[in-house]
């Protein structure tokens, strides 16, 4: 793999980096691809508990790789590589914690990989937008999706049709991040939960994270039998 970094070298953690420095980490369909056997690399290791997603350079992500829009064949590739891969379905509901640790800019794919994961610690320099519709598109890694989930409707809608970008202060008053830090402290701030999250009982954490994920889906009734379900398996042990 070389558009992303994967590296497991502290128990329990695995550091994944977006690792095109050049073009501010721009998705493009072979980092589509690395990340799609990166996040499968980390759901099916047993000993790897948390991932930190990060990006290399001075950028988390500026978004899809726009030297790829517009040709013919490009454009025929990137619907055959959706549907034959929810890479972006696979990263939300990785059944372990996913943190992104985002600094500079995080706008269209980039922010919306971001959505996708758990938790989001941001440096003080961070830009979080979607410019898609500027373009004349539309959001479409999760965006029109998680962000109003993940922050209120109205901000979020403002956003999207908009494009205008948020800093990371406001991206915290919105509650897009849980927390901001200068960029030196970026690091060890996603360090630090990611140990404590991989203290944690996996199967627990697992569990806790699949009845939010998938009860934000449902009606408030079978989001409570949905939890009501795993926490039951857990009791039992089984
Ligand atoms: N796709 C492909 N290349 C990208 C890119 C993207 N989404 N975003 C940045 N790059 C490239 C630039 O073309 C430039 O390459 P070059 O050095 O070969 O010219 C390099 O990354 C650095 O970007 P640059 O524009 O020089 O940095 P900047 O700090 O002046 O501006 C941005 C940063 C993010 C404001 C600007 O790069 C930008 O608007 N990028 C496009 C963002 C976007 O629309 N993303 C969503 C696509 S749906």
């Known amino acids: 793999m070389d558009t992303v970094l994967y590296e497991r070298d502290e128990p329990g953690i695995v550091r994944l980096t977006l690792n095109r420095p050049d073009v501010l980490n721009a998705v493009n369909l072979q980092m589509r691809d690395e990340l799609w056997s990166a996040f499968h690399a980390f759901r099916d290791d047993p000993d790897a508990r948390v991932l930190i997603v990060r990006g290399a350079g001075r950028a988390f992500s500026a978004g899809a790789d726009i030297s790829e829009f517009g040709t013919a064949p490009s454009y025929v590739e990137a619907r055959r590589a959706r549907r034959e891969r929810d890479l972006w379905g696979l ?32 440096s003080e320099d961070a830009m979080f937008g979607l410019p898609e519709v500027a373009l004349g598109y539309i959001p479409s890694a999760g965006g029109t999706q998680t962000l109003p989930r993940a922050i209120a409707p109205g901000v979020a809608l403002h956003m999207i049709l908009t494009g205008d970008p948020i800093d990371a202060q406001e991206a915290y008053r919105r509650k897009l991040v849980q927390r ?33 994920v998938r ?13 009501a379900r795993l926490a039951g398996m857990l009791l039992g042990g089984r």
Request: glycine letters at 8%; charged letters at 20%; proline letters at 6%.
């Open 215 to 227: 009860g934000l889906d449902l009606p408030l009734r079978e989001g409570l039998s949905l939890e």
């Open 91 to 122: 990263l939300l509901h990785l059944p372990k914690p996913v943190i992104a640790a985002v600094h500079g800019y995080a706008l269209g794919a980039g922010c919306e990989l971001s959505l996708l994961c758990d938790l989001r610690v941001a």
């Open 180 to 212: 901001v830090v200068p960029r030196d402290g970026l690091a060890a701030a996603a360090d630090g939960w990611a140990r404590a999250l991989a203290a944690r009982p996996a199967r627990a954490l697992s569990y806790a994270k699949e009845a939010v």
